[in-house]
């Protein structure tokens, strides 16, 4: 476009509208040469040239209006010369503003050439800032690093200094201070101290230590001096008559448990000798109040039983002296359980004191004052064996101090066991002792693990002796000398009763099957006993009589036992079962004997198979109907007037009774049907007795209950 400029005259744009540009001087004259034949032109590919034109919409137009091509041709270069005419001269018209253009563009390029420098100046600055930012934040980092160093040797200097150095308040406190609590935190900076002092590997090296160590040294020996004369005045206190022991350990002692670790770690044998001087002063006291303890419960004993109260001993052979001294409801809780089986419900209520009961005037049988002494040592046991933990921080000193009590409690059963005859209170000091054992089980202190149970296995052997000498007072019984003519219950069979029901109630919730065992044993002996004893009576039915007399009142015993003495008592409920249908069959025999006679023997035979030799006849039964006719009611009343002499219990009298009418009714309704299988048995029908006359007085006799 320059070119175009610099070669031809440009016409001033303000020249006026007159002065148009020749376009046909700028171009020249444009001609459309004539089509030359050439020996360059090719006709390949023409046919498919054709074949597309063919097609084409603007060629099918041309040809449609009869338009040669060449001329057609013509016109459009034509049209072509005077569009780009027209754009040249558009241009032109232009060239003021492009030139403008072209002006600004430049003016832009020298002021972004400035910027650039400016930047460029720029980018250097930030460059050395960043570096100058790099080298402080080098500096600030060893600044950091050395000041957190200085701070470090400053802690531990300060830590060093203040670990070592001895306040003179401290030294005025452990010299001439009283022993409390400031004196407590006192022992505790200067246990730190000491410990630093030998543990410190970096004190070793220092020049203080030869200052200090010299000081800290007499302040541990006047502290350790001074706790220890602390502690014997305080365990002197623990010796004063009437003192209360666990008050004094727990208001007083615990508050300076402290001395006693200072002292195992910076007086190791002056804490020995505090220990010592401590186990000395308790196992001495202990032992002290609890023989006291023991020889006040003593004068509550009780006496229940002596080597005579036996089940099988005849109580006519005991000296009667010996017997009045005791009152006789005492000697009826040799074999009866009774209120005695409360003491298992107040296990866990508190001792006896001793001068209390002793005003009441009211004596104990031994097992209440046996509790009572196991109480107070399961108290006291539980709450020292905490305070030595506590206190001195170790359990195997309460064994020490208890050497004592425990031999003094040991030396008491000793003397007692060998003369204790109660079997019952044996019993219930064995399940006193598993009861105990359970509460200290529960509280997790096993302290009295080992005590309890070797006064577990002094209780079992003796039990085993006493219930031993009833067994063999009932293999041995002399049975003339206990027999009375007497059909009710006998004394001995009642003991026996009272004793098994006592230990079956023991037995309850423990499931001792050596325990069960035994009273087995027992079983079998009482039931030898019982019958030689009724076959000294010379009548039967008074044997009979006897053993269900003797076997109904020991069901009712045991049935207050509850429900776990079932096997025992099945036994005696299927011995009384066995003697009542005896009994039942001898008093019908007694007063309806050929009634009986006849059902059993002939009623059962068939009168028309003509199998039997002796056919049943009229004249036969005759004699047996009219008899019971005659006197049944009567007969009835006898037997109602027997049952009730006889049995001592009403109730198993009557149910007795009417086993005994219900078993006649039986019979009877037997002789009846026989009675109409016999030929011309029709004729004693006015002699019969109705069914519903014996039920009647059946039902009379029952509402008698």
Partial sequence: MTEVASNQPVVDANSGPGHLLDLGAFVGELTVEDDLP?????????EQELQDCKTDDVVATILSKGTKLRDYTKDVENNLRQIELDSIEDYIKESDNLVS??????DCDTILSQMENILSGFQAEIGSI?????ILQEKSMDMGLKLKNRKAAESKLAKFVEDIIVPPRMIDIIVDGEVNEEYMRTLEILSKKLKFVQIDAMLKTSKALNDVQPELEKLRQKAVSKVFDFMVQKLNALRKPKTNVQILQQSILLKYKYVIQFLKEHGKDVHVD???AYIDTMNKVLSTKIRAYIQALEKLQLDIATSNDLIGVDTRSTSLFLRGREPLKNRSAVFALGERI?????????????????????????EVLFRSLHKLLMDTAASEYLFCDEFFGEQSMFYEIFAGPFSVIEEHLNTILPNCFDAIGLMLMIRIIYQYRLIMSRKRIPCLDSYLDKVNISLWPRFKMVFDMHLNSLRNANVRTLWEDDVHPHYVMRRYAEFTASLIQLNVDYGDGQLELNLERLRMAVDDLLVKLAKLFQKPKLQTVFLINNCDMTIAVLKEAGPEGSKIQMHFEELLKSNTSIYVEELLME???DLIKFVKIRASEDPSSGSSERPISVSEVEPIIKDFGSRWKAAIELMH??????????LCGMEILRAALTQLLLYYTRLSDCMKRIAGGSS??????????????????????
Avoid: W
Wanted: glycine share 2%.
């Fill in 38 to 46: 050439s020996d360059d032109i090719s006709l390949e590919g023409l």
């Fill in 101 to 106: 253009l072209h002006d600004q563009i430049h």
């Fill in 130 to 134: 960043s570096s100058d930012i790099k």
């Fill in 274 to 276: 505090v220990r010592a």
């Fill in 342 to 366: 409360n003491i298992l419900k107040e296990i866990d209520e508190s001792a006896l004191i001793p001068h209390i009961a002793e005003a009441s005037s009211k004596r104990h049988p031994y």
């Fill in 591 to 593: 007063h309806f004997s």
């Fill in 641 to 650: 007037n027997d049952v009730i002499t006889s049995f001592s219990n009403f």
């Fill in 684 to 705: 004693l029908n006015k002699d019969l007795v109705s069914i519903s006359s014996i039920m009647y007085e059946i039902r009379k006799y029952s509402r008698t209950f």
